[in-house]
Protein backbone atom coordinates (compact mmCIF):
# COMPACT_ATOMS: atom_id res chain seq x y z
CA UNK A 1 0.00 0.00 0.00
CA UNK A 2 1.13 3.51 -0.97
CA UNK A 3 0.55 6.52 0.99
CA UNK A 4 0.79 10.12 -0.49
CA UNK A 5 2.70 12.26 1.38
CA UNK A 6 2.82 16.68 1.06
CA UNK A 7 5.61 18.38 1.75
CA UNK A 8 4.81 20.21 4.97
CA UNK A 9 7.04 23.48 3.68
CA UNK A 10 5.20 23.76 0.29
CA UNK A 11 2.21 23.25 2.72
CA UNK A 12 3.20 26.30 4.68
CA UNK A 13 3.88 28.19 1.82
CA UNK A 14 0.51 27.73 0.34
CA UNK A 15 -1.51 27.72 3.08
CA UNK A 16 0.74 30.80 4.92
CA UNK A 17 0.11 28.14 8.00
CA UNK A 18 3.68 28.64 10.15
CA UNK A 19 5.77 25.45 10.01
CA UNK A 20 5.84 25.54 13.71
CA UNK A 21 2.55 24.75 14.20
CA UNK A 22 3.21 21.25 12.72
CA UNK A 23 5.80 21.14 15.14
CA UNK A 24 3.50 21.72 17.93
CA UNK A 25 1.05 19.27 15.95
CA UNK A 26 3.54 16.45 15.79
CA UNK A 27 4.74 17.11 19.25
CA UNK A 28 1.23 16.41 20.81
CA UNK A 29 0.62 13.45 18.79
CA UNK A 30 -1.54 14.99 16.86
CA UNK A 31 -0.11 14.15 13.56
CA UNK A 32 2.69 12.13 12.16
CA UNK A 33 5.43 12.93 10.30
CA UNK A 34 8.49 11.39 8.25
CA UNK A 35 11.59 13.05 6.75
CA UNK A 36 12.32 11.95 3.06
CA UNK A 37 15.55 13.15 1.70
CA UNK A 38 15.67 15.88 4.11
CA UNK A 39 12.32 17.39 3.57
CA UNK A 40 9.57 17.06 6.34
CA UNK A 41 6.51 15.61 5.19
CA UNK A 42 2.92 14.64 6.82
CA UNK A 43 0.49 11.97 5.22
CA UNK A 44 -2.13 13.16 2.80
CA UNK A 45 -4.44 11.17 5.06
CA UNK A 46 -4.41 13.38 7.63
CA UNK A 47 -5.00 16.53 5.55
CA UNK A 48 -8.52 16.84 6.75
CA UNK A 49 -7.66 17.05 10.45
CA UNK A 50 -4.54 19.50 9.56
CA UNK A 51 -7.03 21.52 7.96
CA UNK A 52 -9.71 21.26 10.71
CA UNK A 53 -6.81 21.94 13.65
CA UNK A 54 -6.02 25.25 11.68
CA UNK A 55 -9.11 26.66 12.28
CA UNK A 56 -9.16 25.66 15.87
CA UNK A 57 -5.60 27.23 16.10
CA UNK A 58 -6.14 30.69 13.90
CA UNK A 59 -10.01 31.20 13.85
CA UNK A 60 -10.55 30.34 16.94
CA UNK A 61 -7.19 31.02 19.22
CA UNK A 62 -7.57 27.54 20.78
CA UNK A 63 -4.07 26.50 22.30
CA UNK A 64 -2.87 22.61 21.11
CA UNK A 65 -3.69 21.44 24.61
CA UNK A 66 -7.56 23.04 23.67
CA UNK A 67 -7.16 21.35 20.34
CA UNK A 68 -5.61 17.71 21.60
CA UNK A 69 -7.95 17.54 24.13
CA UNK A 70 -11.01 18.07 21.30
CA UNK A 71 -9.37 15.49 19.25
CA UNK A 72 -9.57 12.94 22.37
CA UNK A 73 -13.42 13.75 23.09
CA UNK A 74 -14.24 13.81 19.24
CA UNK A 75 -12.75 10.40 19.52
CA UNK A 76 -14.39 8.93 21.92
CA UNK A 77 -17.66 10.25 21.06
CA UNK A 78 -17.07 8.56 17.70
CA UNK A 79 -16.17 5.15 19.66
CA UNK A 80 -19.86 5.59 21.61
CA UNK A 81 -21.28 6.10 18.80
CA UNK A 82 -20.13 3.11 17.54
CA UNK A 83 -20.46 0.72 20.52
CA UNK A 84 -24.25 2.27 20.20
CA UNK A 85 -24.93 1.20 17.28
CA UNK A 86 -23.91 -2.43 18.23
CA UNK A 87 -26.27 -2.68 20.62
CA UNK A 88 -28.84 -1.13 18.95
CA UNK A 89 -28.29 -3.70 16.32
CA UNK A 90 -28.20 -6.53 19.11
CA UNK A 91 -31.32 -5.57 21.12
CA UNK A 92 -32.81 -5.58 17.18
CA UNK A 93 -32.29 -9.48 17.68
CA UNK A 94 -34.49 -9.58 20.30
CA UNK A 95 -37.50 -7.67 19.06
Known sequence: MQTDFIIIREYC????LEQD???M????????TCIIEGEKLFPSSQLLD???YARLYY???????????????LNRMKDIQQELEYFKNRLRLYE
Not at 13 to 16: A, L, P, Q, V
Open 59 to 73: DLSINIEGIDAIHHL
Open 25 to 32: LEDNGLID
Open 50 to 52: IER
Open 13 to 16: KRTD
Open 21 to 23: FFT
